[in-house]
Structures are given as C-alpha cells and as structure tokens.
C-alpha cells in the first residue's frame, strides 16, 4: 500500500501543477504600458491583430513576427488579415523561427540590431511561460520582457500538453542542457 502512494506522489504534484498551472494563465497587457518593439509568435488567432493594435497604438515601435513561413511576404500577411500594406511598414518578418526555441533566438538577435531594451511578447496565454523560458536563456538580462497573452478557450488536453513542455524545458535548463 505504501508504495502505491508514494507512486501517486509525482501524479498527485503533477495534477496540482496543472491547475495552478490553469488558474494563473496570464491576461493582455495594457496598450498604455509603452515597450521599444512587440514580437509576435505565430501560431493561433489573435497574435498578429494583437500585435498590429500595439503598434497602431503607440505601445511599441516596431513588430517582429516570428516564424512565418519563408515565402510569406508583407503584402500576403495583409490580404490574409484584411489589412492595408501599409499598416505594415514597421513589421520585421522572421522567416528563421520553426519552435519556440528558434522563436526566442530570432527575438534576440532582432533586438540586438534594434539595441531594445524592452520587448513585449505576444503569443497565446498557454504558451506564454515556456516563450518566456526561452527567452531569458538568450535575451541579456536587461532586455525586459512584458508579457501580452492572447485570450484563449484553452481545452484540458492542449494545457496538459502545453504544462508538460513547460515542466520538461524548465527541467532541462536546470539540469544544464539548453
């Protein structure tokens, strides 16, 4: 019996994690709070409106929208989003980025050449905390991150899988293997 329980223990931890997890899923951030660029990962509705209102309303200079595909233009992400061209002149595309790991390297490098020191980070309120893992493991530790989380219907299986990530990355940057 008493090794039934202590098998539970992980599965137990595990399930207390997930519904903190859920219950502390992060919001918007307001437009008011100013940030040198905005990176948008691509990757479920709302970022890249979310992203195009920051700008449009001074909160931030530039955008990068990281991980588009590589034969994604400016004029194609307009027409997709029913936009003018022309909203899009202080967007940077990142045709580099396929994961969250490679999103967060083209983040840093995209602030490097703008010499940012402050990013808002736009992406789905269950991914924001892995997206924020990995950017601090490249961004410089004055570079400060705000995190702006696009609303979601998170359903139970897609925000276990997402705090499973979040558990085995933060595991293994602890453990040293970035």
Do not use: C
């Amino acid at each position: 019996m008493w090794l039934a329980r202590i098998a539970a223990l992980p599965v137990l931890a595990w399930t207390l994690g997930l519904i903190w997890f859920s219950l502390t899923l992060p919001g918007p951030a307001p437009l008011a709070v100013k940030s040198d660029g905005v990176v948008v990962l691509t990757g479920g509705a709302g970022r890249f409106r979310r992203g195009l209102a920051v700008v449009e309303a001074g909160a931030a200079r530039r955008m990068l929208v990281s991980g588009v595909g590589e034969k994604t233009s400016r004029r194609q992400l307009a027409a997709a989003f029913g936009v003018a061209t022309r909203r899009l002149r202080s967007t940077d595309l990142g045709y580099e980025a396929v994961d969250t790991r490679s999103n967060a390297e083209e983040t840093a490098r995209w602030v490097a050449k703008h010499a940012y020191k402050s990013i808002r980070l736009v992406t789905s309120a269950g991914h924001m905390r892995r997206a924020r893992l990995e950017l601090s493991r490249v961004l410089p530790p004055h570079v400060k991150v705000l995190s702006d989380a696009v609303p979601s219907e998170p359903k139970a299986p897609g925000l276990a899988f997402e705090y499973s990530k979040w558990l085995l990355r933060r595991g293994a940057l602890l453990a040293g293997a970035a």
